[in-house]
């Protein structure tokens, strides 16, 4: 029997050779503080392209300035960024990988000089600045910047498109009742608080029609948080949008002590693919293969994704096909090796 984990997957058109997805990892290497890819991220992304991820999803990539976590990270804002993300895309492809990129926007959790924006002010944490409330023109903007970002990673030849919706950032900052305050039609209820993230979508899909991917922190780990169940009521619209994947984390909304252990968010995957009748990846302290193939075998979830585990050994697929007792084709130029 071909181990599950081995198999391939097509998400609207595009098939992955296997379930191996290299989680969104940010590099802070943009080291002229100008978004641009450096020959870090070249490096980095096409090593495990090398290493027969079956998917790469490129790190956090601001889709404005002010939406960066730092100075250092990826942005999408500008049309002059096309040109080395597309050399990225071509680069991983050359090795039978697919590319994904996540855009984002930090919100208040950007660590950056000048004003920061959220949909409340409230800050993080003590240590951390007051965001500035958004206004409705601060809120079309950034709709707008969402929509050009995708566009762009069209033009660079990105497969699939995933909306950072997770950790805390601007999108997860709408959907909580922790970090959205708003009286107006963007804070309250469910409804109002999703229609962020509706409206982003909406305005992505004018512009891409390939496979589109959101990622939530599914529980705020706070007793006013969101938890779970929350999370399957806004996958069931993210479905009637046309989202093909829910990716699930979870936290990083406000300060909270998590216990975390191996495989602590893949119940969270499972329940919103099961709830929502939507796939789903599942992520956090996944590292072996069995540990992987259980997940997938008794369809908790769709693909599994790993970062720090793919830091740690970039030909981890390699390694996973043996503990599996599967072959996979490796790099012709490694063949000697690679068995
Ligand atoms: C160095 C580093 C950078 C990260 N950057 C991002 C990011 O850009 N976007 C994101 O959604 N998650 C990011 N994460 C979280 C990971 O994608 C992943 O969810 C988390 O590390 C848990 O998975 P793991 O146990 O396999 O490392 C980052 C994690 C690490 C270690």
């Known amino acids: 029997m071909t181990a599950k984990l081995f198999t391939p997957y097509t998400i609207k058109g595009v098939t992955l050779k296997n379930r191996i997805v290299m989680a969104p990892m940010c590099m802070y290497s943009s080291h002229n503080e100008d978004g641009h890819i450096q020959n870090w991220h070249r490096t980095h992304y096409t090593t495990r392209a090398v290493g027969q991820v079956g998917l790469i999803i490129v790190e956090a990539t601001a889709v404005t300035p002010q939406g960066r976590i730092s100075p250092q990270d990826l942005g999408i804002w500008s049309d002059d960024h096309i040109k080395g993300l597309q050399e990225l895309t071509g680069l991983v492809k050359e090795h039978g990988a697919k590319i994904g990129i996540q855009l984002?926007?930090?919100?208040?959790?950007?660590?950056?000089?000048?004003?920061?924006?959220?949909?409340?002010?409230?800050?993080?944490?003590?240590?951390?600045?007051?965001?500035?409330?958004?206004?409705?023109?601060?809120?079309?903007?950034?709709?707008?910047?969402?929509?050009?970002?995708?566009?762009?990673?069209?033009?660079?030849?990105?497969?699939?498109?995933?909306?950072?919706?997770?950790?805390?950032?601007?999108?997860?900052?709408?959907?909580?009742?922790?970090?959205?305050?708003?009286?107006?039609?963007?804070?309250?209820?469910?409804?109002?608080?999703?229609?962020?993230?509706?409206?982003?979508?909406?305005?992505?899909?004018?512009?891409?029609?390939?496979?589109?991917?959101?990622?939530?922190?599914?529980?705020?780990?706070?007793?006013?948080?969101?938890?779970?169940?929350?999370?399957?009521?806004?996958?069931?619209?993210?479905?009637?949008?046309?989202?093909?994947?829910?990716?699930?984390?979870?936290?990083?909304?406000?300060?909270?002590?998590?216990?975390?252990?191996?495989?602590?968010?893949?119940?969270?995957?499972?329940?919103?693919?099961?709830?929502?009748?939507?796939?789903?990846?599942?992520?956090?302290?996944?590292?072996?293969?069995?540990q992987a193939e259980e997940i997938l075998q008794n369809e908790r979830a769709d693909l599994v994704f790993l970062a720090r585990e793919l830091l740690r050994d970039p030909y981890w697929p390699r390694r996973a096909a043996k503990e599996l007792g599967e072959e996979i084709i490796g790099p012709k130029q490694y063949e000697r090796g690679w068995i």
């Open 104 to 290: 984002a926007h930090a919100g208040r959790k950007a660590e950056l000089e000048g004003e920061i924006i959220a949909p409340s002010a409230i800050r993080f944490n003590e240590k951390s600045k007051l965001p500035k409330e958004m206004t409705k023109a601060d809120i079309e903007e950034t709709i707008a910047a969402f929509k050009k970002g995708a566009e762009r990673a069209a033009k660079a030849g990105f497969d699939i498109i995933e909306i950072h919706g997770a950790h805390g950032y601007l999108i997860n900052e709408f959907l909580s009742p922790l970090t959205n305050k708003r009286t107006d039609e963007y804070g309250g209820s469910a409804e109002n608080r999703y229609r962020f993230l509706r409206e982003v979508i909406e305005a992505v899909k004018t512009v891409w029609d390939g496979p589109l991917l959101v990622r939530v922190s599914a529980h705020d780990y706070h007793e006013d948080g969101l938890k779970p169940e929350d999370y399957i009521n806004f996958a069931k619209w993210m479905k009637e949008q046309g989202v093909d994947l829910i990716d699930v984390s979870s936290g990083a909304v406000v300060p909270a002590k998590i216990n975390v252990y191996p495989g602590y968010q893949v119940k969270y995957a499972e329940t919103i693919k099961n709830g929502a009748n939507i796939p789903t990846g599942a992520v956090g302290l996944i590292t072996t293969a069995i």
